[in-house]
């Protein structure tokens, strides 16, 4: 079974403070996403990356950026985080190949930001 | 870029009786469009997914439906049980996207089965 893991559940933060949320993957899984999930909205991509050390900005990149050093570990950063970027934050992984792969999201994080 | 609609946001149904969920996308080249299923408090799962190249797809009591002319598709659930009770989100790949295998989700639909 694939397993995609998020680093915390739950996170509170204060307004201003850098926040970093760590995805990893086990299935040696080329793409990796990260989207934020709020009601009313879906899921709405941010960013994703396709190999090490590759990003794509997705729809609302604004605000975040992403690491990803190893292909198992994608990390999304809040550079100072605000209070509209309170969310719930989903991480996914998938294969290339064919590009029409199932993508494997991991529990989500929820974060408050005060 | 791909836009994704989804509609209704919100459905109740009897147990037994059928649900609806439809989808209208905006970029013709879109070839494939996952159905992601998310139970409360869980994460999305793919519970099925059609390409274009074909317009019907059943898996038991899910199936879903696309007609490429009018850029929409659906995916339905019968005799609906407890258990079917979640949000559902439609998505489209993106095609410029390339092999990434980016998607565009819509806004989700929940499903309230009524026992």
């Known amino acids: 079974d694939v397993k995609v893991t998020q680093s915390s559940r739950y996170l509170v933060k204060r307004t201003g403070e850098k926040v970093f949320l760590e995805c990893v993957q086990d299935?040696?899984?080329?793409?990796m996403f990260w989207y934020r999930q709020d009601p009313g909205l879906g899921l709405r991509l941010i960013y994703f990356?396709?190999?090490?050390?590759?990003?794509e900005k997705g729809d609302i990149p604004e605000g975040y950026s992403v690491s990803r050093e190893k292909k198992e570990r994608f990390s999304l950063i809040l550079e100072s985080a605000s209070t509209n970027q309170t969310s719930m934050y989903l991480c996914a992984s998938s294969l290339v190949a064919g590009g029409y792969n199932e993508q494997f999201f991991g529990p989500g994080t929820r974060l408050t930001v005060l | 870029g791909e836009n994704v609609e989804q509609h209704p946001s919100t459905l109740s149904v009897q147990e037994g009786d059928s649900a609806v969920i439809k989808c209208t996308y905006s970029d013709s080249a879109s070839n494939y469009f996952p159905w992601y299923k998310q139970e409360l408090g869980k994460r999305p799962q793919l519970i099925i997914d059609?390409?274009?190249?074909?317009g019907e797809k059943k898996d038991q009591r899910i199936a879903v439906t696309l007609n490429k002319t009018a850029k929409h598709f659906s995916l339905h659930i019968t005799e609906t049980q407890p258990e079917d009770s979640a949000v559902y989100f439609c998505a489209a790949k993106d095609f410029q996207g390339g092999a990434t295998n980016k998607l565009i989700f819509g806004t989700g639909t929940l499903l309230a089965v009524q026992p």
């Open positions: 299935m040696d899984h080329e793409n």
């Open positions: 990356s396709y190999d090490v050390k590759m990003k």
């Open positions: 059609i390409r274009s190249n074909v």
